[in-house]
């Protein structure tokens, strides 16, 4: 992808090595400044502030024009002498987190570009962020980390659960799920499940699958003398090793069916559990 702002006769150019990327990925490519001419923002200026950031951005927000659209996450900052009558093409590089937010319908990451005025800074922002229209702004596309979608997929075709929603909440990646219209699963509404790939050492072959169930469930309870459906929720929380959802490198349906069963059991109609 490319982007292209300009400001003060100076032509800021951002490249991306893709068009999409998922969790854990490396978001990497080349940062070009073009002049119209050799007079062009000769201040003598040795120090520039260039800076691409990797920020998290808010639509309804960035629609408002609002100054705290944006979360920033990483900085890259390009020293290099803008005075010199020289174009700049320098190479950069953000390695997203495995926990990054995804692109749904609230939010996305996004890379913003170009020379931070520190006369147009305040002391509540160093990053000049609040002005943020003068920036280059290029979104990036971001989906869930691949292995989360051994789990989504398993309870799809094996337990026939369908996926109704997915969103990033706070860290998570939310998964609303209605369950099977079977009558073992009558007393439950609708299953809420955030996933994240987490490890300490930041190694592809360490990662564990984190995941919290939230089971929206509805029965009879006797109230007061009065048989009434009362609603409630049950939360679990659950830790899979890689050989639990992983296997030879593809989808471990087998053993994810089984981490399922050892939460839903606690979940289920006692009258229909097998």
Same mark, same amino acid.
């Given at each position: 992808?490319?982007?292209?702002?300009?400001?003060?006769?100076?032509?800021?150019?951002?490249?991306?090595?893709?068009?999409?990327?998922?969790?854990? &990925?490396?978001?990497?490519?080349?940062?070009?400044?073009?002049?119209?001419?050799?007079?062009?923002?000769?201040?003598?200026?040795?120090?520039?502030?260039?800076?691409?950031?990797?920020?998290?951005?808010?639509?309804?927000?960035?629609?408002?024009?609002?100054? &705290?659209?944006?979360?920033?996450?990483?900085?890259?900052?390009?020293?290099?002498?803008?005075?010199?009558?020289?174009? #700049?093409?320098?190479?950069? =590089?953000?390695?997203?987190?495995?926990?990054?937010?995804?692109?749904?319908?609230?939010?996305?990451?996004?890379?913003?570009?170009?020379?931070?005025?520190?006369?147009?800074?305040?002391?509540?922002?160093?990053?000049?962020?609040?002005?943020?229209?003068?920036?280059?702004?290029?979104?990036?596309?971001?989906?869930?980390?691949?292995?989360?979608?051994?789990?989504?997929?398993?309870?799809?075709?094996?337990?026939?659960?369908?996926?109704?929603?997915?969103?990033?909440?706070?860290?998570?990646?939310?998964?609303?799920?209605?369950?099977?219209?079977?009558?073992?699963?009558?007393?439950?509404?609708?299953?809420?499940?955030?996933?994240?790939?987490?490890?300490?050492?930041?190694?592809?072959?360490?990662?564990?699958?984190?995941?919290?169930?939230?089971?929206?469930?509805?029965?009879?309870?006797?109230?007061?003398?009065?048989?009434?459906?009362?609603?409630?929720?049950? =939360?679990?929380?659950?830790?899979?090793?890689?050989?639990?959802? =992983? #296997?030879?490198?593809?989808?471990?349906?087998?053993?994810?069916? =089984?981490?399922?069963?050892?939460?839903?059991?606690?979940?289920?109609?006692?009258?229909?559990?097998?």
């Amino acid at each position: 992808m490319k982007g292209t702002v300009v400001k003060d006769n100076l032509e800021y150019i951002i490249e991306t090595n893709n068009e999409n990327w998922l969790q854990g &990925d490396k978001v990497a490519g080349h940062f070009y400044i073009k002049k119209s001419s050799k007079d062009s923002n000769s201040n003598g200026n040795s120090n520039p502030n260039l800076l691409i950031h990797l920020a998290y951005g808010e639509f309804k927000k960035i629609h408002e024009k609002r100054f &705290d659209a944006w979360k920033i996450l990483e900085t890259h900052q390009i020293n290099q002498d803008e005075s010199q009558d020289v174009s #700049l093409k320098v190479q950069w =590089e953000f390695s997203l987190p495995f926990d990054a937010p995804i692109t749904d319908k609230n939010g996305s990451l996004y890379l913003l570009y170009g020379k931070y005025d520190k006369r147009r800074g305040s002391e509540s922002s160093e990053n000049g962020v609040e002005h943020w229209s003068d920036w280059g702004i290029l979104q990036l596309n971001v989906d869930n980390h691949p292995y989360l979608n051994y789990f989504t997929e398993t309870l799809d075709r094996f337990l026939r659960f369908k996926i109704k929603q997915k969103k990033f909440a706070k860290g998570w990646v939310e998964f609303k799920f209605l369950p099977p219209s079977s009558r073992e699963w009558s007393n439950v509404d609708s299953l809420f499940c955030y996933l994240r790939m987490q490890t300490e050492q930041n190694k592809q072959t360490d990662l564990q699958m984190e995941i919290r169930y939230l089971f929206n469930t509805k029965g009879l309870e006797l109230n007061q003398g009065q048989v009434a459906i009362q609603k409630n929720k049950k =939360e679990f929380a659950q830790t899979l090793t890689r050989e639990r959802y =992983e #296997l030879y490198g593809i989808a471990n349906h087998q053993g994810i069916q =089984e981490a399922f069963k050892e939460i839903s059991q606690q979940v289920l109609s006692k009258l229909y559990q097998k």
